[in-house]
């Protein structure tokens, strides 16, 4: 293997240089999606390494620095080198890395990047062309952005927890794993691969801010929530039931678990009744529309459970499938590993490590035909390539400018034009994160089958119409529209039109819906050879579970994700809306990026095998390899760190009517400050509490004693007092807060835009901060706003052809 070259050599990302000055999840993370798919990674860790060496899970629960569950999952495919940066001649070898790299990740305190000189203006210096990931709590600009914060912070800033898990009367809950630090890691890989892809047209590089609350804040919650707040000044909060705009929408008991009872629109509501035998009450005509159901979960919710907990969940789950439902069984961890899919799949793939052993991992969270992508090598033993790539007196030379022209681009994707057939949520987000980063995207629908985030409410001014959703204009702003009756041949040889004029095409139908209508990737490879395909069914084009049918809400169940989730020692919560769907659609943009990349490279075209639920697992990569190395199946987690190494952590009462605050204590001199603040109680000065270890046998006591402290004060004074303290604490935001909080109004997270119909609107602005090319957004497409553009003057119809397509409907 020569120098440059990775474990992957052919990898779609072959050729990209990065390097990674990261800890824990988020920018590890981050870097393994570009290492995994071929990109030359080299890890820059401290003389005794990362922090995940140190937080396990362990084999046997002993702990070892080479044998980190976390560590090697997040690690796969890169290159370890030790540098202590805080020493100016290491920190120099650090920067000659720096020179002659396309790519930096990191996701240290702005703070402290400047005071080693490796803030952005430094770096950008030395290197015009660098593309920095810069991925922290709350950003690189703001109030918050000096802040002490972990993962717990800043979950619970964005809104997620109070809006969308947890009990009314108790503490909001976040994923029982590090959700907004996986978040902002797949924010900072398809933005930041997005601004290298550009790097010629807009002048050079630039620094990508990513802030993982604001990510989630944005697209998770203000996508359906701002909107709503913004115009009529309410806003809603965690049932702890399930979803509140449709019913049956929640996870119910069964005889051997858990389902994800899921039956929204009227054919799936009707399958349901026939599985159930058609009882007399599911007949009545007010249960027919889901609106109605949810207004009545407390009577319908009772006759359903006394139904599931007489059955097994897979039992379940097959007789609704076939019945039309989209219903799924919760799976745990170790059912959703095992699962006979995933080995059909090859997802799961066998490492060797020189301490570790052979061992199992996740594998790549989507697949490229030719170069399918995913972990071929172990993480690396700390400092294993000191010598490979540090060895000399220098490192490589620096890389040589890019040669450009004036930048003749505003934004990075300028030039690429995207086919979008994308439905419901995630795959309008993979169009719209491409949209905002200068691509030409166009939403396809047709009105023969409205999409159904178009009849989602509230509507602007309170009149219903599928172009006045305020969260469709939020969940698809970027995209373009036309419409076309794709049922029908003529709009069929229109849409391979477009294609044959584009550089991607996107669809989330399940397998075999494209190809049915023509426009299979082999069919489209005829119009233009060298097309790229996303295609993002539930669970990937191929396997047993290949034709499953879920929405965002119920994906996660076949993940094991949704098993985690819940208040710890009880059963799984439901999350009440799709935060997979976001999710899935900005990684998504990842993978069409990586495939576009490959295209420009080579000159083929690929179509990409997007499984929804294989790249949501990726999330419960903690989990599994505790699975993987101790056979242990992980349960709710409630508010704890996963991987059970800080206490406190966890949210805690404050004054007022559902008022919360996030703390988390990784470090003792952390629990030395807490304990100050407190004026030092004498339960808190106990010999046990004094080292982490104790505090973590010890969490339930130290979390009642703290809660009962906390429950006195401001959520935000209190939160203020602690970080001048040193402990990372944070306020627990509610959807109304989002609007007001002076770090998402600096940061410009939600704006004020007026709509092509003539009406004004809140939607999330551009959640990724990019210092040289700003996002450009404009909200969610009326019905065929650009039909005239694309048929008359893009495809060259003429005005006569053009009315007659109308007239007949098909393009309609």
């Known amino acids: 293997m020569s120098h440059g070259e990775n474990a992957m050599g052919k990898g779609a990302l072959q050729g990209i240089k990065v390097v990674e000055l990261g800890q824990g999840v988020s920018a590890p993370y981050c870097a393994k999606l570009f290492a995994d798919y071929g990109a030359d990674v080299v890890k820059v860790e401290p003389t005794d390494g990362d922090v995940a060496r140190r937080w396990g899970p362990f084999p046997g629960d002993v702990p070892h620095p080479e044998k980190s569950g976390l560590y090697h999952f997040l690690n796969t495919n890169k290159r370890g080198v030790r540098l202590d940066v805080s020493r100016s001649d290491e920190c120099d070898r650090l920067r000659e890395l720096v020179a002659g790299a396309d790519v930096l990740i990191e996701n240290n305190p702005p703070a402290r990047m400047q005071g080693w000189g490796l803030d952005y203006g430094s770096l950008s210096a030395l290197n015009p062309d660098l593309v920095m990931i810069s991925i922290t709590p709350f950003g690189q600009t703001g109030p918050y952005r000096d802040w002490k914060a972990y993962d717990l912070n800043a979950y619970h800033l964005t809104g997620a927890s109070s809006r969308y898990c947890g009990l009314p009367d108790q ?5 029982g794993t590090f959700a907004a630090d996986f978040f902002g890691a797949v924010a900072g890989a398809a933005w930041g691969l997005a601004a290298l892809h550009g790097l010629q047209q807009v002048g050079g590089g630039q620094q990508v801010d990513v802030s993982c609350a604001e990510a989630i804040a944005a697209t998770f919650v203000g996508a359906q929530n701002i909107g709503a707040y913004a ?12 979803m509140s705009l449709g019913a049956p929408a929640t996870i119910l008991p069964c005889r051997d678990g858990h389902v994800w009872m899921l039956a929204l629109e009227p054919g799936q509501w009707n399958g349901l009744a026939r599985v159930m035998g058609n009882p007399d009450w599911m007949q009545l005509e007010m249960f027919q529309d889901m609106f109605t159901r949810a207004q009545n979960t407390d009577a319908i919710y009772p006759l359903i459970e006394a139904w599931t907990v007489e059955r097994g969940k897979q039992e379940i789950m097959d007789r609704c499938q076939e019945a039309g439902c989209p219903v799924t069984a919760v799976y745990d961890v170790a059912e959703a590993v095992e699962h006979p899919h995933l080995a059909e799949r090859d997802y799961l793939v066998e490492l060797e490590h020189p301490e570790l052993g052979r061992f199992r991992d996740l594998g790549a969270p989507f697949k490229l035909r030719d170069v399918p992508g995913g972990p071929t090598r172990a993480a690396p033993l700390l400092g294993q390539h000191d010598a490979e790539v540090l060895g000399g007196e220098t490192t490589a030379p620096p890389k040589t400018p890019t040669p450009r022209s004036v930048a003749k681009a505003s934004l990075p994707l300028e030039g690429i034009r995207v086919a979008n057939f994308g439905w419901v949520w995630a795959g309008p987000v993979v169009g719209q994160t491409l949209a905002f980063l200068g691509a030409e995207v166009y939403k396809i629908e047709s009105r023969t089958r409205v999409d159904f985030m178009r009849n989602l409410p509230p509507f602007a001014g309170g009149v219903r119409d599928p172009d006045r959703s305020l969260s469709n204009h939020a969940c698809w702003a970027g995209n373009g529209g036309i419409t076309l009756d794709l049922k029908r041949e003529e ?19 399940g397998p075999g819906v494209m190809k049915r209508w023509g426009l299979g990737y082999e069919d489209l490879r005829e119009v ?10 539930a669970a990937g084009l191929f396997g047993p579970l290949k034709d499953i049918r879920t929405y965002g809400l119920s994906l996660t169940s076949t993940t094991g994700l949704d098993s985690l989730s819940g208040y710890f020692g009880g059963p799984p919560l439901p999350v009440e809306n799709a935060f997979a769907d976001p ?8 993978a069409a990026l990586t495939a576009l990349r490959r295209r420009d490279r080579t000159g083929q075209g690929q179509h990409v095998d997007y499984s929804q639920q294989e790249a949501v697992m990726q999330m419960v990569g903690p989990a599994f390899m505790d699975y993987e190395m101790n056979g242990r199946v992980a349960g709710p987690f409630g508010n704890r760190h996963p991987l059970a190494v800080a206490a406190p952590h966890g949210v805690f009462p404050c004054a007022g009517e559902d008022r919360w605050i996030s703390i988390a204590v990784l470090e003792d001199e952390e629990w030395r400050g807490l304990v100050r603040a407190m004026n030092r109680p004498d339960w808190a000065t106990a010999p046990e509490f004094e080292h982490t270890a104790g505090r973590v046998e010890h969490l339930e006591a130290i979390h009642e004693k703290l809660a009962e402290w906390t429950a006195g004060f401001d959520d935000r004074a209190l939160a203020e007092q602690l970080q001048r303290a040193g402990v990372a604490a944070a306020p627990v935001l509610n959807v109304a807060d989002l609007l007001e909080d002076p770090h998402y109004r600096e940061r410009g997270t939600f704006i004020s835009v007026r709509h092509p119909l003539g009406f004004d609107e809140t939607l999330y602005g551009g959640y990724v901060k990019m210092s040289r090319t700003p996002a450009r957004v404009e909200p969610g497409p009326a019905m065929g706003q650009d039909n005239d553009f694309v048929f008359k003057e893009l495809l060259g119809l003429s005005e006569e052809r053009y009315r007659e397509l109308v007239e007949s409907q098909i393009i309609y």
């Open 171 to 175: 503490a909001p809950l976040e994923h």
């Open 231 to 242: 115009q009529d000044g309410v806003f809603d909060r965690r049932t702890g039931v399930g």
């Open 491 to 509: 709009a069929r040889d229109l849409a391979r039109e477009l294609i044959a004029k584009s550089d991607l095409v996107i669809e989330n139908f």
């Open 528 to 537: 233009k050879s060298d097309i790229v395909m996303l295609s993002m069914p």
């Open 583 to 590: 999710y899935n659609g900005i990684m998504g943009a990842f």
